[in-house]
T-cell receptor, first 116, second 110 residues
């Protein structure tokens, strides 16, 4: 049973370019979460999605960031016109159901974004 | 909102026992989780407390007291491979997101 997959693992972009990060949840999981981790800091929630729906985007910056989880294919986190401050590790996590008693989120290996 | 505070660093020797505390201020959440993260790696789930009290999983135990807004992770028989960062996380009641603590870096020495 494959775990959460993210690609690319490392991504280098110049300032002003676009970054597209992909996440395939575990088989049978329909809930996806994106977190960002700056160097030497904890993880910060960005967005929670179900298939074709954004459930909670309270952690997303208002500009340049967007996320989707289409009916078919992986979830995509898109960062337009990247700036140096966007350099971070971006982790995706998935869980099987929207149930308060389901307490474990399974994390992918992350995408390390470096903006030069 | 939620905020979870942890000590920034803890050091211990192999074979010892160490406790990592987590104090929080929150408007409500479904329990406290603990995650381990090695440098450059992904967070991996360790333990969860949905109710007050102690949960034991092998060498790791976790405790929660809602009345004191406090929890801890207890690691026994420390091994070198336990050197990592440890995060407590509150599970939001509204939308299931995890709110992570500030993280504790554990250094285990021979």
């Amino acid at each position: 049973n494959a775990g959460v997959m993210q690609n690319p693992r490392h991504l280098v972009r110049r300032r002003g370019q676009e970054a597209r990060l992909r996440c395939s949840p575990m088989k049978g999981h329909s809930h996806v979460y994106w977190y960002r981790q700056l160097p030497e800091e904890g993880l910060k929630f960005m967005v929670y999605l179900q298939k074709e729906n954004i459930i909670d985007e309270s952690g997303m910056p208002k500009e340049r960031f967007s996320a989707e989880f289409p009916k078919e294919g992986p979830s995509i986190l898109r960062i337009q016109q990247v700036v140096r401050g966007d350099s971070a590790a971006y982790f995706c996590a998935s869980s099987p159901v929207e149930d308060p008693t389901t307490y474990e989120q399974y994390f992918g290996p992350g995408t390390r974004l470096t903006v030069t | 909102g939620q905020s979870l505070e942890q000590p920034s660093e803890v050091t211990a020797v192999e074979g010892a026992i160490v406790q990592i505390n987590c104090t929080y201020q929150t408007s409500g959440f479904y329990g406290l989780s603990w995650y381990q993260q090695h440098d450059g790696g992904a967070p991996t789930f360790l333990s969860y407390n949905g109710l007050d009290g102690l949960e034991e999983t092998g060498r790791f135990s976790s405790f929660l007291s809602r009345s004191d807004s406090y929890g801890y992770l207890l690691l026994q028989e420390l091994q070198m491979k336990d050197s990592a960062s440890y995060f407590c996380a509150g599970r939001d009641t509204g939308f299931q997101k995890l709110v992570f603590g500030t993280g504790t870096r554990l250094l285990v020495s021979p």
